[in-house]
DNA sequence: CTAGCCTTGACC
DNA sequence: GGTCAAGGCTAG
């Protein structure tokens, strides 16, 4: 017979009361757990005021509990177990007789004898939530958030505030103190951790069609274009020869000479966008060098890996600590990755977002020099609603503006950044840069 | 899939 | 502020 939770859930029917007895008498002795039929009367639910004993065992498998889960003491495994399989439609089959022990050991051999004690000592799948209340959840832990950091921009600028005001930047030897590694994406090691954008996990966005928008035939077309561009350009990285040189990078010269791929790559790029091709020929070398340092950041982020705190290159991976080597600011370091990771966090590597900031920088009404800016601004505004309607065409209309807003606070950040990168440029030695990087960057 | 650890909101 | 009990994340 199979163990079938349902039926066992609704009725109660655990017939064979021996079938736990060699764990279970034990357990009811030790933590007076409630029996399935007292579980079954509403007494049961006011369980905060049950006071229990330090030690604590699974009602289950008897391994160490922390409290109740669902309506009965468990262990965190055989919480997890039952959230996960509780609401199963499939039905368990044991492969033996219904009766297997379950114990810390054994607990994992028999998932239909499991779930069928978890059912019998008073486990309640109907306290596990369903789609709708878990939605209700993430949402308030998304306005929360929210409330807690309401724009990003505010948080760089503390760091970049904290750093100018110390006026210890300009030193990094001797100021180890002030050098925080990144933490990985999740993890904490002892510092506050980072409060990076969540992405919502798959399964809680909407089922239903109409909760996205589908973009139109134009916009699809817009959007493959401009990721095309992208992808073909700043994305690809070249075939290069397998070497690794640390050292390439002690003088902040080289970092603004290893620029200068990504900016070959960028003069590639608006060539391919039929907007860009309209502007004058003066707006179009407003527009570049306005947006040069911006889009080298961006593309940065696209590179950054954050579990490894390194840029991936076709020489092998860049240790992020080498903006601290060659330029001296630990506060361009700690920025610059803070960055990256916010921008990662909340794209990943979907290109098609990369793509359409990277138009957002490009067209960017504020640059210096232009002449057409209203227009600039025209087409800006395109790819803002483009970007809008992207977001609400994957995470549905009730998810779609975290992601916006976070994205747009993205393009926030970089005009601190660039700022801050400018910094960089007052030291470099204008013999050590490449002619094309002197031309964009406007150095003499 | 499991299981341990983490984050969080609700409640006290 | 502390505790409890949800769900989330992720190494194994």
Redesign the pocket.
């Given at each position: 017979m199979a163990g079938d939770s349902d039926s066992v859930a609704s009725s109660g029917l655990v017939s064979d009361d021996e079938m736990f007895a060699s764990s279970s008498t034990t357990i009811n002795d030790l933590f007076e757990r409630p029996t399935t039929s007292e579980c079954d009367d509403a007494v049961c639910l006011p369980?905060?005021k049950m006071?229990?004993k330090d030690e604590k065992l699974c009602g289950v498998c008897g391994?160490k509990a922390?409290?109740?889960?669902?309506?009965a003491i468990t262990?965190?495994?055989?919480?997890?177990?039952f959230?996960?399989?509780a609401l199963k439609d499939k039905t368990m089959v044991c492969l033996f007789e219904n009766k297997c022990v379950v114990d810390i050991r054994t607990?994992?051999f028999c998932?239909a004898c499991r779930i069928k004690k978890c059912f019998h000592i008073g486990m309640n799948r109907d306290?596990?939530?369903d789609d709708s209340e878990?939605k209700k959840?993430?949402s308030?832990?998304i306005?929360?958030?929210a409330k807690r950091e309401p724009t990003s921009t505010s948080s760089s600028e503390i760091h970049i505030k904290t750093e100018i005001d110390t006026d210890d930047s300009m030193s990094c030897e001797g100021n180890t103190e002030l050098i925080r590694p990144p933490t990985p994406?999740?993890k904490?090691h002892g510092d506050k951790?980072e409060?990076l954008f969540?992405?919502i996990?798959k399964?809680?966005l909407p089922a239903n069609k109409s909760m996205y928008y589908t973009l139109s035939l134009e916009e699809s077309s817009l959007l493959k274009d401009l990721t095309h561009a992208y992808q073909e350009t700043l994305a690809a990285m070249p075939e290069m020869g397998p070497y690794s040189e640390e050292k390439k990078y002690n003088r902040a010269a080289d970092l603004v000479n290893h620029s200068e791929i990504c900016v070959r790559k960028m003069i590639l790029f608006v060539k391919y966008l039929a907007d860009f091709k309209l502007l004058s020929q003066d707006d179009q070398i407003a527009a570049l060098k306005a947006s040069v340092m911006k889009t080298v950041l961006l593309r940065s982020a696209l590179f950054y890996i954050i579990e490894k705190d390194a840029w991936i290159t076709p020489k092998g991976e860049i240790p992020s600590s080498i903006l601290k080597k060659s330029t001296g600011f630990v506060s361009v370091h700690n920025n610059h990755v803070y960055y990256c990771r916010r921008v990662k966090s909340m794209a990943q590597d979907d290109l098609h977002i990369y793509s359409l900031l990277q138009a957002l920088i490009l067209f960017d009404p504020a640059g210096l020099n232009l002449t057409s800016r209203e227009y600039v601004s025209t087409i800006q505004d395109k790819y803002l609603i483009l970007l809008k309607h992207y977001m609400e065409s994957k995470f549905s209309y009730d998810y779609s503006r975290e992601y916006y807003v976070s994205a747009l606070d993205r393009l926030s950040d970089l005009r601190v950044l660039s700022e801050e990168h400018a910094k960089i440029l007052l030291q470099v030695n204008p013999v050590d840069v490449e002619p094309l990087m002197l031309e964009v960057l406007n150095l003499k």
């Open positions: 369980r905060r006071k229990l391994d922390l409290g109740y889960n669902f309506n262990c965190e495994s055989c919480k997890a177990f959230r996960r399989n607990r994992r998932p306290m596990i939530l878990r959840r993430m308030k832990v306005e929360n958030r994406y999740g904490s951790p409060i969540k992405h996990p399964h809680l």
